[in-house]
């Protein structure tokens, strides 16, 4: 199976710093992260905004994109507000830009990465480009449902949604038989199943969710360790003297 090569574009100030090395070394059977552009300074939005908050529509994106080539997919990742309050603009077959203004303050508070809600992203384009032949096709609502299930194509019209299919999205069974119904490889669906369970927390982060949701427990192992570290310190002692 061809691996899609992804150009991602960071455009404008992101507001927090992102580890691009997990991206690029995220490991996919179905694409890789190719390039990484930056695009330092936006050009003003073409319509009136208001003056202490900017936002962009699909035209100022359309053309934002229009000069950016040279990979199977483009997304870009932006942190100004669009202007009908949605996070996906698809631009051209191959193109789309995602804003992560407000659903990146929701994501950190919920210890839910950036990084994890722009690869689901680019798992949905992948899947749409490879069932479709393109992402800018109105084709893409065979998939996409407004019912949240949990699942990578879940609308979020109420961008709080992102919390439920970020990590971990699973594939509801209307999407799964959408996939089967098409011209895709016999193994598509056990990739693309594979890279959703990556889209996960760091082990830190877990063991942090973890102490966070049962303290309790968190206090109960802390002593059982502190215990076991005490009987085995004093096994020790008794060998070394036997040993003398
Ligand atoms: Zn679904």
């Known amino acids: 199976m061809k691996k899609l090569k992804v150009k991602l574009v960071l455009a404008g100030h992101l507001r927090n710093s992102l580890n691009l090395q997990r991206l690029r070394k995220f490991k996919s059977r179905l694409f890789t992260i190719s390039e990484i552009e930056v695009i330092n300074v936006l050009s003003e939005p073409q319509h009136d905004t208001e003056f202490l908050s900017i936002s962009y529509s699909h035209s100022d994106i359309d053309l934002m994109l229009r000069s950016v080539n040279g990979a199977d997919l483009i997304l870009g990742v932006m942190n100004y507000r669009f202007i009908d309050n949605f996070y996906m603009y698809r631009t051209a077959s191959n193109k789309a830009c995602i804003s992560i203004s407000d659903i990146d303050r929701l994501l950190l508070a919920y210890d839910i990465s950036i990084e994890n809600f722009i690869l689901k992203n680019i798992i949905e384009l992948v899947v749409f480009k490879n069932t479709l032949g393109s992402i800018n096709t109105k084709d893409v609502y065979q998939y996409v449902h407004r019912e949240t299930r ?31 119904s098409k011209n895709v490889p016999s193994d598509f669906l056990e990739h693309l199943k594979k ?10 982060l877990k063991i942090e969710e973890l102490i966070r949701k049962h303290p309790l427990l968190s206090v109960l192992i802390a002593l059982l360790g502190g215990l076991l570290i005490n009987i085995a310190t004093q096994l020790a002692f008794n060998l070394m003297k036997l040993n003398v």
């Open 150 to 180: 949990g699942c990578l194509f879940d609308m979020n019209g109420d961008k709080q949604d992102v919390l439920y299919n970020t990590e971990q999205p699973i594939l509801c069974n209307h999407c799964k038989a959408q996939i089967n």
């Open 195 to 204: 890279d959703l369970s990556k889209i996960t927390k760091s082990r830190i």
